[in-house]
């Protein structure tokens, strides 16, 4: 089981599926901010905006919230100013950690963080230390609906994808960043269920981490992803299925 997109995965596993909702929605509106004041406030001449958006109406988000996202990141109302940061580590058993963030105060973020990787037997690292050892690539899960591998993998080529892997149930589809929407529409069009779509960081090789690892990692990631700065966190590590605790 690989850190890169099985983070998920194993919250399903945990029965710890992120159901706090206002902390899905903060994150949501942060990326919708951050994305209109980059690329402005129209989602059809902003593409990270328009997909902010539309993994913001995938959680119900309420219309008002997102406009009121989109005039924060444009000026048009005042609200906190945000950065984002991105933060670098290693946990439990060597392996690669990168967190995206976006903050209103990097003092805060970075000295809470770096407790966090302490307190869970890792350490936070200095810019560029890790990563090298990940890849931007447009990776999309989906569940089938019905449709066969064949299916899937046909259209995902076609679109762009350059891998189609499928475990327990679930597809990944893979490829380049830039091939993002297009992937989407393509697989929306086949009836598929789209679970997440993003543009999202891959690791070029793993780290297998032994079992007295294991407990501490899981930790701190759970840690990491309960801290209301972080939007994103990446992780090369490799772990055998069953040595994740259940809740």
């Given at each position: 089981?690989?850190?890169?997109?099985?983070?998920?995965?194993?919250?399903?596993?945990?029965?710890?599926?992120?159901?706090?909702?206002?902390?899905?929605?903060?994150?949501?509106?942060?990326?919708?901010?951050?994305?209109?004041?980059?690329?402005?406030?129209?989602?059809?001449?902003?593409?990270?905006?328009?997909?902010?958006?539309?993994?913001?109406?995938?959680?119900?988000?309420?219309?008002?919230?997102?406009?009121?996202?989109?005039?924060?990141?444009?000026?048009?109302?005042?609200?906190?100013?945000?950065?984002?940061?991105?933060?670098?580590?290693?946990?439990?058993?060597?392996?690669?950690?990168m967190i995206d963030s976006v903050t209103d105060n990097k003092n805060r973020t970075v000295s809470e963080l770096r407790h966090m990787f302490g307190k869970h037997n890792g350490n936070?690292?200095?810019?560029?230390?890790?990563?090298?050892?990940?890849?931007?690539?447009?990776?999309?899960?989906?569940?089938?609906?019905?449709?066969?591998?064949?299916?899937?993998?046909?259209?995902?080529?076609?679109?762009?994808?350059?891998?189609?892997?499928?475990?327990?149930?679930?597809?990944?589809?893979?490829?380049?960043?830039?091939?993002?929407?297009?992937?989407?529409?393509?697989?929306?069009?086949?009836?598929?269920?789209?679970?997440s779509a993003e543009s999202t960081r891959v690791p070029s090789s793993y780290v297998e981490v032994e079992e007295k690892h294991v407990a501490s990692l899981i930790k701190l990631m759970?840690?990491?992803?309960?801290?209301?700065?972080?939007?994103?966190?990446?992780?090369?590590?490799?772990?055998?299925?069953?040595?994740?605790?259940?809740?």
């Amino acid at each position: 089981m690989s850190g890169h997109s099985k983070w998920a995965t194993i919250k399903r596993k945990k029965g710890a599926a992120d159901a706090a909702r206002g902390r899905i929605f903060t994150r949501l509106i942060r990326e919708i901010t951050i994305a209109a004041r980059e690329g402005g406030g129209d989602p059809e001449g902003n593409p990270r905006l328009r997909m902010a958006i539309q993994s913001a109406k995938t959680q119900n988000m309420p219309q008002d919230n997102i406009t009121r996202g989109i005039k924060r990141g444009t000026g048009e109302l005042e609200g906190q100013t945000f950065e984002e940061v991105i933060y670098e580590g290693y946990g439990p058993g060597g392996c690669a950690i990168m967190i995206d963030s976006v903050t209103d105060n990097k003092n805060r973020t970075v000295s809470e963080l770096r407790h966090m990787f302490g307190k869970h037997n890792g350490n936070l690292a200095d810019a560029n230390a890790v990563a090298f050892m990940f890849e931007r690539k447009a990776v999309i899960e989906l569940q089938p609906n019905g449709k066969s591998e064949d299916e899937i993998m046909e259209v995902a080529l076609e679109a762009g994808a350059e891998d189609v892997v499928g475990e327990e149930g679930t597809y990944t589809v893979t490829g380049e960043p830039n091939t993002l929407e297009d992937l989407r529409n393509a697989l929306e069009a086949l009836g598929v269920t789209i679970e997440s779509a993003e543009s999202t960081r891959v690791p070029s090789s793993y780290v297998e981490v032994e079992e007295k690892h294991v407990a501490s990692l899981i930790k701190l990631m759970d840690a990491l992803d309960e801290h209301d700065d972080v939007q994103r966190v990446y992780s090369n590590f490799d772990i055998d299925p069953s040595l994740i605790p259940d809740e």
